[in-house]
């Protein structure tokens, strides 16, 4: 069978179910009674609405203020990145990546990565693998700090949107001076890095470490006793234990639920196992404790660079597999087999054993998990991404049912969507 | 409300008995009720199970083997093989057990339909919408089939293999007159 080349040419030849037409009563079954008389109100919030950070269109329910329900729309910033995966090497889709949550670059390309090292059964040496869980646990500090200012942003605490960013532009220097890139770095490549890191990164690392932990003192200063932040968040979007499992919750809003569940523990990668560290649980499942969660977080983040750090050896930070990773430019010149490796590398790219893995992480938001599936070709046959937002979303109607609207607002910094995350 | 952030050193609060080769234990008392194939790969263990027994087989995962948790769900196709034409993949999780099982539920393309698994981990809702917006596959018993990525009244399902990646078509000589026609009645007659 010929794969037909254009979309139009596709649908001329093929009879498929579609469905062409979507009307209210499509949305019937998603709302009250009580909104067919006219009793309760049907308003539409986003998707351009600075509160929903980003492009997320809520459908509410309302009775006077109070939402009864609401149905997340989302797909406004789909770009097929799975689909456009499939038709690039696998050194190729990695750049795609990074553009799907952009808070955590770092991060997605680690899972993509490790998924492609997992099938590959390639190794990563020991400065690699340092380097690597440092720079995430940067990212992890970064996109909490994003969180934290635009969470504190929405209920209305303005001076702290400006410290947080002032922090985080510390770790974009950082991952600049490391890849040439501020946010879309893929620096972290299949069985190692793109180069090791500059001589000022050591410097710069533990400046950071020095200057940020007072800064989180001087942030919860701001907000953890504070009367109307507390008023705001606490005994809002509350979700118990037994719940927030049943609707995939993973990540720090699930462990401000109560369940002890970090893939950095459960399923140590990057060798997360040597270094000491704890995992805080609280069991409000409100939003103070989602935010409670994120700033203890961020102190065991420094703890771990900190640890890792110290111990970060010297050696090569790609693997010397060469049917995987491209030589090094020197040995061009002098190696025929080098320049072989090389030629293959960047025209035909990669092949990988043919199978499927399932590789998961934790990202700032919760699970991230990367479905690889080679036919043992030089392109994925198929990369799913299960991105915490996506799952999270979907559990929103159920946080902030009953709530007010100004609540929701609340709810949804609190759970922490990243929408490029969500749409992929 | 008040208190500080209670923080574990141990693994997990909610593992009670974890067992290494949990995994494949639960995959073997699998296999011999339901008669399902156990495949491994790179330490993953998946079962390839008939539509027909998802149903059976997820609920007594669910509540003889604790997997309570649902971690991802997706789909992969594998045209030109039309029987069958999708797998659609399941990655459980299991807290108490800190273990992880695959499931594979091969699809046929005449009729790709997969009983719904949202009675028993909730968040299958969305992901199931996702699976049958890219792939076409009905999920039987689904409370909300809807699109979910795509906009409502768009035509095909893009992550199928057959499915183009939608870039333009060069005009050459050969096939001038046809792409002609097309730019033309792109431009007339939808207008």
Same mark, same amino acid.
């Given at each position: 069978?010929?794969?037909?080349?254009?979309?139009?040419?596709?649908?001329?030849?093929?009879?498929?179910?579609?469905?062409?037409?979507?009307?209210?009563?499509?949305?019937?079954?998603?709302?009250?009674?009580?909104?067919?008389?006219?009793?309760?109100?049907? !308003?539409?919030?986003?998707?351009?609405? @600075?509160?929903?950070? #980003? %492009?997320?269109?809520? *459908?509410? =329910? /309302?009775?006077?203020?109070?939402?009864?329900?609401?149905?997340?729309?989302?797909?406004?910033?789909?770009?097929?990145?799975?689909?456009?995966?499939?038709?690039?090497?696998?050194?190729?889709?990695?750049?795609?990546?990074?553009?799907?949550?952009?808070?955590?670059?770092?991060?997605?390309?680690?899972?993509?990565?490790?998924?492609?090292?997992? !099938?590959?059964?390639?190794?990563?040496? @020991?400065?690699?693998? #340092? %380097?690597?869980?440092? *720079?995430? =646990? /940067?990212?992890?500090?970064?996109?909490?700090?994003?969180?934290?200012?635009?969470?504190?942003?929405?209920?209305?605490?303005?001076?702290?949107?400006?410290?947080?960013?002032?922090?985080?532009?510390?770790?974009?220097?950082?991952?600049?001076?490391?890849?040439?890139?501020?946010?879309?770095?893929?620096?972290?490549?299949?069985?190692?890095?793109?180069?090791?890191?500059?001589?000022?990164?050591?410097?710069?690392?533990?400046?950071?470490?020095? *200057?940020?932990?007072?800064?989180?003192?001087?942030?919860?200063?701001?907000?953890?006793?504070?009367?109307?932040?507390?008023?705001?968040?606490?005994?809002?979007?509350?979700?118990?234990?037994?719940?927030?499992?049943?609707?995939?919750?993973?990540?720090?809003?699930?462990?401000?639920?109560?369940?002890?569940?970090?893939?950095?523990?459960?399923?140590?990668?990057?060798?997360?196992?040597?270094?000491?560290?704890?995992?805080?649980?609280?069991?409000?499942?409100?939003?103070?404790?989602?935010?409670?969660?994120?700033?203890?977080?961020?102190?065991?983040?420094?703890?771990?660079?900190?640890?890792?750090?110290?111990?970060?050896?010297?050696?090569?930070?790609?693997?010397?597999?060469?049917?995987?990773?491209?030589?090094?430019?020197?040995?061009?010149?002098?190696?025929?087999?080098?320049?072989?490796?090389?030629?293959?590398?960047?025209?035909?790219?990669?092949?990988?054993?043919?199978?499927?893995?399932?590789?998961?992480?934790?990202?700032?938001?919760?699970?991230?998990?990367?479905?690889?599936?080679?036919?043992?070709?030089?392109?994925?046959?198929?990369?799913?991404?299960?991105?915490?937002?996506?799952?999270?979303?979907?559990?929103?109607?159920?946080?902030?049912?009953?709530?007010?609207?100004?609540?929701?607002?609340?709810?949804?910094?609190?759970?922490?969507?990243?929408?490029?995350?969500?749409?992929? | 409300?008040?208190?500080?952030?209670?923080?574990?050193?141990?693994?997990?609060?909610?593992?009670?008995?974890?067992?290494?080769?949990?995994?494949?234990?639960?995959?073997?008392?699998?296999?011999?009720?339901?008669?399902?194939?156990?495949?491994?790969?790179?330490?993953?263990?998946?079962?390839?199970?008939?539509?027909?027994?998802?149903?059976?087989?997820?609920?007594?995962?669910?509540?003889?083997?604790?997997?309570?948790?649902?971690?991802?769900?997706?789909?992969?196709?594998?045209?030109?093989?039309?029987?069958?034409?999708?797998?659609?993949?399941?990655?459980?999780?299991?807290?108490?057990?800190?273990?992880?099982?695959?499931?594979?539920?091969?699809?046929?393309?005449?009729?790709?339909?997969?009983?719904?698994?949202?009675?028993?981990?909730?968040?299958?809702?969305?992901?199931?919408?996702?699976?049958?917006?890219?792939?076409?596959?009905?999920?039987?018993?689904?409370?909300?089939?809807?699109?979910?990525?795509?906009?409502?009244?768009?035509?095909?399902?893009?992550?199928?293999?057959?499915?183009?990646?939608?870039?333009?078509?060069?005009?050459?000589?050969?096939?001038?007159?046809?792409?002609?026609?097309?730019?033309?009645?792109?431009?007339?007659?939808?207008?």
């Amino acid at each position: 069978m010929k794969k037909p080349n254009t979309v139009e040419s596709y649908l001329r030849h093929t009879k498929m179910f579609t469905q062409t037409e979507v009307s209210f009563d499509e949305l019937r079954h998603l709302v009250s009674d009580r909104a067919l008389t006219g009793e309760t109100v049907l !308003l539409n919030m986003g998707p351009q609405h @600075p509160s929903t950070h #980003g %492009v997320l269109r809520l *459908l509410l =329910e /309302l009775d006077g203020e109070t939402v009864i329900n609401c149905i997340p729309d989302i797909g406004f910033l789909h770009t097929g990145i799975e689909k456009n995966m499939e038709a690039k090497t696998y050194l190729k889709a990695e750049v795609m990546t990074d553009r799907m949550d952009y808070l955590n670059t770092v991060g997605n390309n680690l899972v993509y990565c490790l998924a492609i090292e997992k !099938l590959a059964e390639l190794d990563v040496p @020991p400065r690699a693998q #340092g %380097v690597r869980l440092i *720079l995430v =646990e /940067l990212q992890r500090i970064a996109s909490h700090l994003v969180w934290l200012g635009t969470h504190a942003l929405d209920l209305a605490a303005m001076s702290l949107f400006l410290y947080c960013f002032r922090e985080r532009e510390m770790i974009l220097n950082i991952l600049e001076m490391c890849s040439g890139q501020r946010m879309m770095t893929t620096y972290i490549r299949p069985g190692g890095l793109w180069r090791d890191t500059p001589v000022e990164f050591e410097d710069a690392v533990r400046q950071f470490l020095r *200057l940020f932990p007072p800064r989180i003192d001087q942030y919860e200063a701001m907000l953890t006793k504070n009367p109307i932040f507390m008023d705001r968040t606490k005994k809002i979007g509350v979700i118990a234990a037994e719940e927030a499992v049943k609707w995939g919750l993973t990540g720090p809003s699930l462990r401000a639920s109560g369940v002890a569940y970090d893939l950095r523990k459960v399923s140590p990668y990057l060798g997360y196992e040597q270094y000491e560290f704890d995992v805080p649980v609280l069991q409000g499942g409100d939003v103070y404790a989602r935010y409670q969660v994120r700033m203890e977080e961020m102190r065991q983040s420094v703890r771990i660079i900190q640890q890792a750090l110290d111990k970060l050896p010297y050696g090569p930070v790609r693997s010397e597999n060469r049917k995987y990773v491209p030589p090094p430019r020197s040995e061009l010149s002098t190696s025929m087999e080098a320049v072989i490796h090389h030629f293959k590398l960047w025209t035909e790219g990669f092949l990988l054993p043919e199978g499927a893995v399932y590789v998961p992480v934790e990202s700032p938001r919760g699970e991230l998990g990367c479905y690889l599936e080679s036919d043992g070709g030089p392109k994925p046959h198929r990369v799913h991404f299960r991105t915490p937002s996506f799952v999270h979303l979907q559990a929103l109607p159920l946080l902030s049912k009953g709530h007010l609207v100004a609540d929701l607002v609340a709810i949804i910094g609190s759970v922490d969507i990243v929408l490029g995350d969500a749409d992929r | 409300m008040d208190e500080k952030p209670r923080t574990e050193q141990s693994k997990d609060v909610l593992i009670t008995s974890v067992r290494p080769d949990a995994d494949v234990l639960i995959a073997d008392a699998i296999r011999e009720r339901f008669g399902a194939a156990v495949n491994e790969f790179r330490g993953e263990i998946s079962l390839v199970l008939a539509p027909g027994q998802l149903q059976e087989v997820v609920r007594t995962l669910r509540d003889e083997f604790a997997f309570d948790f649902l971690s991802s769900l997706t789909a992969s196709d594998y045209w030109p093989e039309l029987e069958p034409r999708f797998h659609v993949v399941y990655q459980l999780y299991s807290h108490p057990h800190n273990t992880r099982l695959c499931l594979r539920v091969p699809v046929n393309d005449r009729s790709p339909v997969v009983p719904t698994v949202e009675s028993v981990w909730p968040v299958a809702n969305w992901h199931e919408r996702e699976v049958f917006d890219m792939f076409g596959i009905r999920f039987e018993g689904h409370s909300d089939l809807r699109r979910i990525l795509m906009p409502y009244d768009w035509e095909g399902h893009p992550l199928r293999k057959d499915y183009p990646l939608g870039y333009e078509e060069p005009q050459f000589t050969f096939n001038f007159e046809d792409i002609q026609i097309r730019k033309h009645r792109g431009r007339y007659e939808e207008a």
